[in-house]
């Protein structure tokens, strides 16, 4: 008897093992079943409320797409199926879903059409890393009930300094539905370049769209307002917002190139860096761009940047309407022109009922919380993420160490940013921990959640793009999606490898922490 208790248990101990579950990010309840389910394309998708017509829509392309199999789209019961539902799971979490698969069908239930989307993305998911056989994808059988930790799963990416392209945006945006992300932060302005069409002041792309960080004259790269609905309709479709990022009082040599009655001017490392905050004409020249800005984004977010903007207002201190802008207003010094001129700037999309978003340099502001979040990018000064949370305002947290993806992975890479010496493999990355961070515990309801910032001066190409990019993008997924106690470094490891063959069949060239030598590291401006 105990001979055949302890067969049983070694069964199903390498049953367990053999079923563990392949989905990135790893859902929080993921137990294996036995069995199977076939689908082919006599597998119906049926859906019971009308407005998951689109999730049904959407799951027939994306199985079309990756493995050639037709699905009809009906009504009723018949069996075996695939259902789509919506239910209350969650009065907490709108994102939750379940995800029943069982021999005789499939069940994907979500608190919102959200919920049932994410539920699709699992299945899909499976259905990537199964077996095709005699015409079908044999997936696992698996119960799955799982919600997101975070409200916020972002990813930002600069186009100023290098331009990439709508391909290339809506690629990245795929992969962001298929990990669970949600935010897409578009960095479109700054030094290099200037990246988005202004009808009211055509001079900012056709001028300042002129060059790129490595090569100053590059032809203008720009995307007209047209590409962007386009590229924001396709977002939308995923369940991801995309958060325009049009950076001021800073950053602004782009614009200034274009417009320079507007220009605060610089310094000699930075010149022409700043927008001219002692000018009324500067404030109207800017709401008119934000405005523009405000109807292409339904997020109701713009991120104003606001960081560094020491590094080039050194002309501020000899500018005569600044001078008259302090000893009007009691402005103290240059800190506090820079707060004036920031609360303006918020004031003006508050009129257009959107939420402003801002650095960590604006964690002391006296903006209001329930319309301001901060994003907390210095790792070197934890008291900035202390500060913004004491201060009452909702926070993002990307600080450089791990989340950004511009740092080298390995210390062999040549291209890309380390500090101190340090950078951000893929293990760092999974390992990061909200536990050693200055945070209260009444205030862990301020952290909406994380996000990684793709900077791109070392990113000439898109090889380059991917290659810092992927895989590392998975293990964001698991620590903005997964609850802390459900991570398990080694169980991930697994799960990635799983994920690079997906890489390799969908032609992305992506960096292999296992073995760094398969794919090379590109060169600047390669186009491998």
């Known amino acids: 008897m105990k001979n055949k208790l302890l067969i049983a248990f070694l069964f199903l101990c390498s049953y367990a093992f ?19 389910f076939i689908i082919n394309s006599s597998t119906p998708v049926i859906f019971e409320k009308p407005e998951l017509q689109k999730e049904a829509n959407y799951l027939q392309q994306e199985v079309l797409k990756t493995t050639g199999l037709t699905l009809s789209i009906q009504s009723g019961s018949k069996l075996p199926a695939i259902f789509l539902n919506i239910t209350r799971l969650s009065e907490k979490n709108s994102s939750a879903y379940n995800l029943e698969i069982r021999p005789t069908g499939v069940r994907i239930s979500g608190s919102t059409e959200q919920g049932v989307f994410y539920g699709l993305t699992s299945l899909m998911q499976l259905v990537r890393q199964s077996e095709i056989k005699n015409s079908g994808v044999v997936i696992p059988c698996w119960n799955i009930k799982d919600a997101p930790r975070f409200q916020w799963r972002g990813l930002m990416l600069d186009e100023s300094r290098h331009f990439f392209g709508t391909k290339t945006v809506k690629n990245i945006i795929d992969w962001m539905a298929y990990y669970k992300f949600n935010k897409f932060h578009w960095h479109l302005t700054d030094m290099p370049g200037w990246r988005i069409e202004i009808k009211a002041y055509p001079l900012l792309t056709l001028v300042g769209g002129v060059g790129n960080y490595t090569d100053h004259l590059a032809s203008a790269r720009y995307y007209t307002q047209e590409e962007i609905r386009e590229i924001v309709a396709y977002a939308k479709e995923r369940f991801i917002d995309v958060i325009p990022e049009i950076d001021m009082p800073g950053h602004a040599t782009a614009a200034n190139k274009a417009y320079p009655a507007y220009s605060g001017g610089g310094s000699a490392k930075f010149p022409e860096f700043t927008f001219n905050p002692g000018k009324d004409s500067t404030y109207l020249f800017l709401s008119a761009i934000l405005k523009e800005t405000d109807a292409l984004f339904p997020s109701q977010m713009i991120h104003l940047g606001g960081d560094e903007v020491h590094f080039g207002n050194e002309k501020w201190n000899q500018n005569e309407q600044v001078k008259q802008l302090m000893q009007k207003n009691n402005l ?9 001129f920031t609360k303006r700037m918020a004031d003006s999309l508050f009129v257009l009922n959107n939420k402003v978003l801002l650095w960590d340099e604006a964690a002391d502001s006296d903006l209001p919380r329930d319309k301001t979040i901060i994003f907390w990018w210095r790792h070197d000064r934890p008291q900035q993420l202390k500060k913004a949370l004491d201060n009452g305002f909702p926070v993002v947290m990307c600080p450089r160490l791990p989340f950004y993806f511009d740092y080298v992975q390995d210390s062999t890479q040549r291209y890309g940013g380390r500090w101190d010496g340090k950078f951000n493999p893929i293990d760092k990355l999974y390992n990061f921990s909200t536990s050693t961070l200055p945070i209260g515990t009444n205030q ?47 169980g991930f490891k697994e799960r990635v490898k799983g994920q690079l063959k997906l890489y390799k069949k969908d ?18 401006g390669s186009e491998l």
């Not at 079923?19 to 079943?33: D, G, T, Y």
């Open 444 to 490: 862990y309801n301020q952290i909406m959640g994380i996000q990684a910032n793709l900077w791109t001066e070392s990113m000439q190409s898109k090889s380059k793009l991917e290659y810092m990019l992927f895989p590392r993008i998975t293990a964001l997924a698991e620590d903005a999606w997964t609850n802390e106690d459900q991570k398990d470094l080694t």
């Open 507 to 524: 032609d992305v060239y992506y960096y292999n922490p296992f073995n760094p030598s398969q794919t090379p590291e590109p060169f600047i």
């Open 18 to 36: 053999a079923q563990q579950c392949p989905i990135i990010p790893l859902p929080n309840h993921c137990e294996a079943v036995a069995g199977s």
């Open 332 to 340: 103290a010094d240059l800190v506090a022109v820079e707060r004036y």
